[in-house]
C-alpha cells in the first residue's frame, strides 16, 4: 500500500513542533560571546541564524505554503535572506527577543498547519528556473531547512567550545 503525502503532513508538523523545542532547548540561556562568535567572519553566527529563522518562519516557509495552497498559479513575492543579514541588521537584534520571536512564529505557524483540511498539496506554481513549486515541497523543506540549521547551530557550538577551551575534541570523535 502507498503512503499519500496527506498522510506524511502530521509526520512533519509534529517534527516541525519538534525542532522548535530543540532549538528552545539549543539556544537559551547563552552569553553575548557565544551568541555573537563566527568561526569565519563570512558565516553567520548564533544571533544571525536566529534572526534567519525567524524571518524565513514568517515570510518564507509559513508564506509560501499558504501561498501555494491558496492561489499556485501566481508566483510568490521574492525573497532575499542573505541579503537581510545587513538590510536588516541581524547584528544589531536583541538575541533573546529574536528567539522568542521565532519561537512565538513556530507555534503560530503549527497551530495554523494543524487547522488545515483537505488542502491541497498537490497544486503548483510552474517556476521558470526551478520547475514545479507545490505545497508539499514547501512544507517538507521547511523541516529540512531545520535539520540544515540544527547542525549548523550545532557546529557553532562545536567549534566555539573547541576555540575557547584550546582542548583537542578528537576523544569526543570525529566532526
Not at 15 to 42: F, V
Not at 98 to 111: P, Y
Not at 149 to 173: F, N, P, V, W
Request: charged residues 25%; glycine residues 4%; hydrophobic residues 35%.
Amino acid at each position: 500500500m502507498e503512503i499519500t503525502f496527506e498522510q506524511n503532513v502530521p509526520y512533519i508538523i509534529e517534527g516541525l513542533e519538534k525542532t522548535r523545542s530543540i532549538y528552545q532547548t539549543l539556544l537559551t540561556g547563552l552569553d553575548e560571546a557565544t551568541r555573537t562568535w563566527k568561526p569565519e567572519p563570512d558565516l553567520w553566527c548564533l544571533l544571525e541564524i536566529v534572526c534567519h529563522l525567524y524571518d524565513e518562519e514568517r515570510e518564507d516557509f509559513r508564506a509560501r505554503v499558504k501561498h501555494m495552497l491558496t492561489s499556485p498559479a501566481v508566483h510568490a513575492p521574492s525573497i532575499d535572506p542573505v541579503g537581510w543579514v545587513t538590510e536588516r541588521k541581524y547584528m544589531e537584534q536583541d538575541y533573546n527577543e529574536m528567539l522568542k520571536a521565532f519561537l512565538d512564529e513556530r507555534d503560530q505557524s503549527v497551530i495554523w498547519l494543524k487547522s488545515l483540511e483537505n488542502a491541497n498539496w498537490a497544486g503548483a506554481y510552474n517556476h521558470p528556473r526551478f520547475g514545479p513549486l507545490t505545497a508539499k515541497m514547501f512544507l517538507t523543506n521547511w523541516l529540512a531547512h531545520d535539520y540544515l540549521h540544527i547542525r549548523q547551530i550545532m557546529s557553532r557550538k562545536y567549534h566555539y567550545l573547541h576555540q575557547k577551551t584550546g582542548i583537542d575534541l578528537e576523544y569526543a570523535g570525529g566532526w
